[in-house]
């Protein structure tokens, strides 16, 4: 059975950090590509960043330089640190597994979601 568990959301000020882990489990974690996802109130589910199973990395134009993942192998973990953040950066953050995660392609196993909420 394949989990993945998100954790690390929060509310924060804007301009500031969160870490999001999402430890997975019933998979060969190093094979996989691993995705963050997000999804604001009355929006579409976006891809926000994907990390292959070589370390490759992609992101959207809307969080570039401000978001960076990362995976752990030993740990079967992957992780989005988040900086600088944004009111429009609100959403349900969630994590996504695949052997392929493109922005036509998402994993077909996901995670429960983290509420990130940015705000003053």
């Known amino acids: 059975q394949v989990q993945l568990v998100e954790s690390g959301g929060g509310l924060v000020q804007p301009g500031g950090s969160l870490r999001l882990s999402c430890a997975a489990s019933?998979?060969?974690?190093?094979?996989?590509?691993m995705g963050w996802y997000r999804q604001a109130p009355g929006k579409q589910r976006e891809l926000v960043a994907t990390?292959?199973?070589?370390?490759?990395?992609n992101y959207a134009d809307s969080v570039k330089g401000r978001f960076t993942i990362s995976r752990d192998n030993a740990k079967n973990t992957v992780y989005l640190q988040m900086n600088s953040l944004k009111p429009e950066d609100t959403a349900v953050y969630y994590c996504?597994?695949?052997?392929?995660?493109?922005?036509?392609?998402?994993?077909?196993?996901w995670g429960q979601g983290t509420q990130v909420t940015v705000s003053s």
């Open positions: 990390i292959t199973s070589g370390d490759s990395t």
């Open positions: 996504n597994a695949g052997r392929i995660i493109t922005t036509m392609r998402q994993g077909p196993y």
């Open positions: 019933g998979i060969i974690f190093s094979i996989y590509a």
